[in-house]
């Protein structure tokens, strides 16, 4: 992937996810989560701190080496059991129907297939699972989504495969989920980067 994807981005994407508004949203989702977890994407382990005594496990599964090792070096001794894998969230290496939630914060952006990824959280959730979610992606107005839809080609060569208009509410439809809660806004920021989907989706 070379040294700037390898590297260098797994570093802006830790200094970036540290802003202190994202922990607003992070508060919100992530303590929902219950039984055994699977966190896509786990980056640096932002989510960590958030989760409550209802995890039973959490596995962090990550395509990025240098983000698996800097969970490791952020591990609380009161952390829940975490297990890291290094894989694709388009062929999560878990069995059908193994896990009660999934968590994405802000990764559906940079998953080359997203539909993809979210068959295979559909796939490895028990029937009566959770999807739990925070992601950016397509605005409702024109004008926004215009200034999407031209940034986009040149922020995914800077920003790790990032897409800015990505239509979360169809995508997590298309793979088969249903939803119990579902809040959109805008968060503080540039729009074309600040359009928020939010909330929590099960199985159909």
């Not at 599964?61 to 969970?71: C, E, I, N």
């Not at 802000?106 to 925070?134: K, N, Y």
């Amino acid at each position: 992937m070379g040294f700037y994807q390898d590297q260098i981005v797994p570093l802006l994407i830790n200094l970036t996810m540290r802003r202190r508004d994202l922990a607003t949203y992070r508060s919100r989702l992530v303590p929902a989560a219950a039984g055994r977890v699977l966190e896509i994407g786990i980056g640096s382990g932002l989510n960590l701190p958030f989760y409550s005594r209802n995890v039973e496990c959490l596995i962090g599964l990550d395509p990025s080496p240098k983000l698996l090792s800097m969970v490791r070096r952020n591990l609380r001794p009161d952390a829940p059991s975490v297990e890291l894998i290094e894989a694709s969230a388009e062929a999560i290496p878990l069995e059908n129907n193994s896990v009660d939630t999934v968590v994405t914060t802000w990764t559906l952006c940079s998953i080359p297939d997203a539909g993809c990824a979210l068959r295979e959280m559909h796939r490895v959730l028990r029937p009566v699972g959770q999807l739990l979610f925070i992601e950016h992606g397509r605005a409702p107005e024109p004008n926004v989504r215009w200034w999407q839809d031209r940034l986009t080609p040149a922020w995914k060569r800077i920003g790790g495969g990032c897409h800015l208009n990505r239509a979360i509410q169809g995508l997590i439809e298309d793979a088969g989920f249903r939803f119990e809660r579902l809040e959109t806004g805008y968060m503080r920021g540039p729009k074309p980067l600040a359009f928020m989907y939010e909330g929590s989706a099960r199985p159909r």
